[in-house]
């Protein structure tokens, strides 16, 4: 039996945009671009897992923010990694958040063309910054390391 590849164990289902920004600057920004996403844990019925995942990006005179959130489910033969912070990579790493990624990206250049603004922005999606939600700091795993937020971060290389 064929192995199973890492990155397509997860599924996306009913992704939806939460929120949509753009803005026509004076000129004068910074180019640069953020990806990403936060998880919670999986639900007791079907295991689902949803995502919310930020899109920023801005350059010269244009900068717009997409919010996305979706529910991930596993299906990848394997079991699902017992960590946050493997959990977090493998999900960093999935196609379904590339495919959130790929959604973001076409509504932010969606954005920019209203106001008759153009960017260019990578088809392959950044490594994302990955962390589990956290309502209370005191809900974190004692085993793992933390960061300010009280979970786990899992930053690009």
């Known amino acids: 039996m064929p192995k199973t590849d890492a990155r397509a164990r997860f599924s996306l289902s009913g992704p939806r945009f939460l929120a949509l920004e753009a803005f026509a600057g004076t000129g004068n920004l910074d180019r640069h671009l953020t990806w990403f996403a936060s998880f919670d844990e999986a639900g007791e019925e079907d295991g689902s897992?949803?995502?919310?995942?930020?899109?920023?990006?801005?350059?010269?005179?244009?900068?717009?923010t997409v919010t996305i959130a979706g529910s991930l489910f596993w299906g990848g033969g394997a079991a699902?990694?017992?960590?946050?912070?493997?959990?977090?990579?493998?999900?960093?790493?999935?196609?379904?958040?590339?495919?959130?990624?790929?959604?973001a990206r076409t509504q932010v250049q969606a954005?920019?063309?209203?106001?008759?603004?153009?960017?260019?922005?990578?088809?392959?999606?950044p490594l994302a910054e990955v962390h589990e939600f956290s309502e209370r700091p005191d809900s974190a795993h004692?085993?793992?390391?933390?960061d300010d937020r009280g979970s786990d971060v899992v930053r690009p290389a």
């Open 142 to 146: 004692p085993e793992e390391p933390q």
């Open 80 to 103: 699902e990694p017992k960590t946050r912070k493997k959990l977090a990579q493998v999900i960093r790493e999935s196609y379904a958040l590339a495919t959130m990624y790929d959604m």
């Open 49 to 64: 897992r949803v995502v919310v995942a930020t899109l920023h990006a801005a350059e010269d005179d244009a900068s717009a």
């Open 111 to 125: 954005l920019l063309a209203i106001a008759q603004l153009e960017m260019d922005l990578p088809l392959e999606p």
